[in-house]
């Protein structure tokens, strides 16, 4: 078992996402990019073409690896543990397949009491050691070049997989089990938080610098139901972790939630690009909180050139104070390297090139 302070910690060289993250005053912000260790990198390809999904992701070394990959590759400012969210439903007892190309897939859908009731919620560093053993490895393999982000699924999303058993987009059945089963959907719901809660605890004592809690399939629910299902989960989980690390919360397609979660203990808040950088600013009482994002990974796909402009357009809006410049979700595999690493180096030319 990792210990706390196993190590002396070492000195951090860039340390501009905590400085965002804490309010300091910055010349540009920090840029990293929502699963920047992945897909659109030929070199994680060519490991996803030797070793199945959850292979990469239970040994610490191919881990390690891929998170290390756009540092190298990319500049960005940040690592993050090449994870996935499916790992707190596997590590609760429940099946999770991973087919490539095709997403996760759960074969045992939650639909009882009884099935709450035997879900495991103990031990998540023990059954979950393989990523604190990566985080561990990574933080040794980074030497301070930049911090290290842990993260974990939001309640929401993971009951989301958890009662439809696949990606969907209208998650019908999650909302269903929800809404005539509330009572139901409330204990699995706590059941997920409080194993979450000690996972993400465990990722800071094993290196985490910060962590950033994924609920993808928030804007699945109305403001009402976000509010009811959703947000006190995600309050939770900030209140406790906080103690530990910076936490960011990234509830995508809620930017209506965005003036309550500028007001809980999280130190950031992830938004997507269906609300202006003003908007955003307005509602979370302009500046009251960091936010990160929010340009379309779509948008990669452009001519470098637009790219850049895009990117500082999107600067000057949110201004370089309490931000973090990021993707409104996941890159996607298409996108071409040179691309990511334009919209990385238009974030760190920000200052140096107002004019571009």
């Not at 009572?183 to 000690?198: E, G, N, S, V, W």
């Not at 895009?310 to 931000?323: A, C, L, P, S």
């Amino acid at each position: 078992m990792i210990q706390e302070n196993a190590a002396a910690p070492v000195a951090l060289k860039n340390d501009l996402l905590l400085r965002a993250l804490r309010g300091d005053k910055l010349e540009r912000p920090p840029v990293w990019m929502m699963r920047q260790a992945g897909r659109y990198l030929p070199d994680y390809i060519k490991l996803r073409e030797k070793y199945d999904f959850f292979t990469r992701c239970q040994t610490p070394e191919l881990a390690t690896e891929i998170t290390l990959q756009p540092i190298d590759q990319v500049g960005v400012d940040a690592a993050i543990i090449f994870s996935d969210i499916l790992v707190i439903p596997q590590a609760m007892g429940v099946e999770v397949l991973m087919e490539e190309g095709k997403g996760p897939s759960l074969p045992k859908t939650i639909k009882t009491g009884q099935d709450i009731d035997a879900l495991n919620t103990a031990d998540a560093e023990h059954h979950l050691k393989y990523v604190m053993d990566a985080l561990a490895m990574t933080k040794r393999e980074l030497n301070g070049r930049v911090p290290l982000i842990g993260f974990a699924g939001a309640p929401w999303t993971i009951l989301c997989y958890m009662v439809e058993g696949k990606g969907s987009k209208t998650w019908d059945k999650a909302k269903q089990f929800a809404y005539t089963q509330p009572q139901l959907a409330h204990a699995l719901l706590q059941k997920i938080t409080d194993i979450t809660i000690d996972y993400l605890i465990a990722q800071t004592k094993a290196g985490a610098d910060t962590v950033q809690v994924f609920d993808s399939w928030a804007g699945s629910l109305s403001p009402e139901d976000f509010r009811t299902f959703a947000q006190p989960y995600l309050v939770q989980i900030s209140d406790a972790v906080s103690k530990h690390a910076p936490v960011i919360l990234f509830p995508k397609g809620t930017w209506y939630a965005l003036k309550d979660l500028a007001q809980t203990s999280a130190s950031g808040i992830g938004i997507d690009w269906t609300v202006t950088p003003q908007f955003a600013r307005e509602l979370t009482n302009n500046n009251n909180i960091t936010l990160q994002g929010n340009f379309d990974p779509a948008r990669l796909l452009a001519p470098i050139l637009q790219i850049k402009r895009w990117v500082k357009e999107m600067i000057d809006g949110f201004g370089t104070q309490r931000y973090i410049a990021n993707l409104g979700h996941g890159i996607t595999p298409n996108v071409p390297v040179a691309h990511a690493k334009a919209f990385v180096e238009a974030v760190k030319e920000y200052r140096q090139n107002p004019d571009l």
